[in-house]
DNA sequence: CATGAATGAGTATTCATTCAT
DNA sequence: TATGAATGAATACTCATTCAT
């Protein structure tokens, strides 16, 4: 089971991720950033983005409206920001596990594992990246585009190097798949957050999905031969 | 291919699907209320549910402002009765191919690409079903919900008739696969609606996808055996 | 009691008194412009004049919404209609009475007894007389005031006329004296409409009020001397 | 003449009379909230209450449209806390009044005065009190009321204790006093404010009719006798 | 850095009125 | 006369954002 499920939540400052929108702070508050986006994800759950108040989120992260301008650079940049910090996150820890040296079945299942396990346990977040996420057509072509698409380079690069090592059928689409891949993991966690969000759910799902796809990708060896 | 594809897009008044909200009205206009629904298409995939004007839609429309609340209850009832609408067209032919007396395979087959080529030519429709569905949480679980469980359950009692049948492994999930088939087809479409939506794209992508989720699915006879 | 009561609530559809609007009509509807009187005075009552819809009028009066402005300009000509219809009536009481050759005692009496009694058994028509009446300013001042001043010159009349003939003090303000009646039939109206209405409260308010305000206008033969 | 006139109008920022709806501001405005219903007065007598625009009124008062909202829940409310602010004002007032050890009708001279002088220089008052008050029956009959029968029962109390005293007839019924005695003076300022609003008008209104009201209340000392 | 009072642009919705039938 | 579907002007209210403190 993956053990930066607490990173991933945001836990850790992880300073080194602050790419965006972040000012330097000094050491006054321990990261007035961090728990701005950490109540950003339960409004955004509970609410959805539109309806989802500014002034929900400074008093439910403690602060004052204006301070969360201090931060972001208006209510857009909060949702991004979280989507971007958060999937950064998972990019890293789906590279690293690309990068390893493992048969291809076993990477790909892991890829499902992690990005399930991510999920399980936080049904906020889950519903954020799910929901939230679509609710603004352009924040999803503009910003969550770009890393969606590394996402699905990372998927299908593994994919082509298991077709290259013989071990995954050659008439499989790399990049289909992927897209597959992450459409039946979204669609997944998204009955998972509307429904009961029963807990292990995500865990046992993933496994299960992994055994039935990967068993359809597996290259035969010349059955019946 | 699927021949309904246009009646599902809207082109056909159907009158007699005017379960929520229409009223009747005297022989004026052809059928204002479906003139509307495809007017938000448009507008909808175009600005998102939020960003649109109900007066964009009314333009888009060719009537006034107001006569929009003759037809539905306010704008997110417009939303909703999209979803609705053609949700049920879906549902119907799923049902009915569900209901053949065909293998297993060919309906699961059948229905990927029912699904898929319903979409395929109509850009808009798929984005906002993919996209403007998430937009209102609230939305998404009051309304859409219960046709969407209508909508797995279909598919999953293919699934399972298939496991009695023999012809699908035991071990696999029919519900869970249910979901993960249609996050499949669901984020396919959605990429294929936010990139280039390319001519032929989604009928494609359904046979490529059929072969291999089918392949993982299906009971292998005593392979070696 | 005055047995004028139901005239003036409309029963007859004294066609003299149609001065304003009216439009000639065949014998098709008995009296198609009374019946949306009532129904207005119904609405007005229970909503006020601006939360009273044209609609719900038109409702109540059993006709379409369109079929009001074969009858009246807008919806501040039935108002308008409505006040100016009963107070012709009101008007046409008083100034029989004022012409009676009778003490101005007996006369001023009558007068009281008359205005609140016509009011005794419609509450609905009390309420729009004293609350609804106000709701416009510029109808007040515009169309109310005219008829209302020729109203208060009745009473001011009766008042000289007692004082020339010895019977009421001289010290007194007719017009004064007329605008104090006015105010205080109109408050007691007021607070029964808005109170229980109780049967009989006007009647019996209407008699006592007559003692007390004679009794102080009444002329002292002499006290003492 | 009473000297409180000015405060009734709201000239004094009489922090400590904010019951209803004020939030505590810091020192930067001297009282908007005063403000705003300074202009209101002005706004709404001018216009009528429905006519008259929220935007209008906080033009009228120097602030945007939203920091109407920070003051007062909607414009009902604006309304509601201007009778309720001036109303207890006068309330407080009479009571002071009916509490002094004064012969009753010195008192009710007073009273007289009181009510009358407090609105004569206050013409949009005057107006606002008369006419707006009455424009929404809903208001009129959930806010205003309660203090009514307050303001009813303050003046039957006088005129009860006279009774007792032996000052004023038994026949009287001191309710029904208290109403028509209000009823005449709110139809005195109603007819002054509509009419010229002519100076020293209601003043002299005021004792004329103190003067009448009391001869016919006072008990009469075995006339002839 | 932090605050939160003040701002004012922006829009869904209503409903009086019209007019083709 | 009568209808009622269609119209579209008109407005209270919200809430993201700013900036003086």
Redesign the interface.
């Given at each position: 089971m993956p053990d930066n499920e607490s990173s991933f939540s945001g836990t850790a400052p992880a300073p080194e991720a602050r790419g965006r929108g972040g000012k330097p702070k000094r050491g006054t508050a321990p990261d007035k950033r961090e728990r701005i986006l950490r109540a950003a994800i339960k409004v955004f759950a509970r609410?959805?983005f539109?309806?989802a108040r500014v002034s929900e989120i400074a008093k439910a992260a403690g602060v004052a409206d204006g301070t969360i301008y201090l931060y972001f650079k208006n209510k857009d940049d909060v949702l991004v920001s979280l989507f971007d910090d958060r999937m950064r996150k998972l990019l890293a820890a789906l590279r690293e596990e690309a990068a390893r040296d493992d048969a291809t079945e076993r990477k790909l299942t892991r890829i499902i594992e992690l990005q399930l396990g991510l999920l399980e346990g936080h049904r906020d977040l889950a519903?954020v990246i799910?929901?939230?996420l679509?609710?603004?057509?352009?924040l999803?072509?503009q910003y969550a585009?770009p890393l969606f698409v590394e996402y699905?380079e990372v998927i299908a690069s593994v994919v082509a190097e298991g077709q290259r090592a013989g071990a995954i059928?050659e008439?499989?689409?790399p990049l289909?798949?992927a897209?597959?891949?992450?459409?039946?993991?979204?669609?997944?966690a998204?009955?998972w957050a509307?429904g009961g969000a029963e807990p292990g759910g995500l865990t046992r799902?993933a496994r299960?999905?992994a055994?039935?796809?990967?068993?359809?990708?597996r290259r035969r060896p010349a059955?019946g031969a």
């Open positions: 609410k959805g539109f309806a519903e799910t929901v939230n679509r609710q603004s057509t352009r999803l072509k585009a699905l059928r008439d499989i689409h289909l798949t897209r597959a891949l992450w459409g039946a993991l979204d669609g997944i998204l009955t509307l799902a299960e999905l055994t039935t796809l990967l068993d359809g990708m059955v």
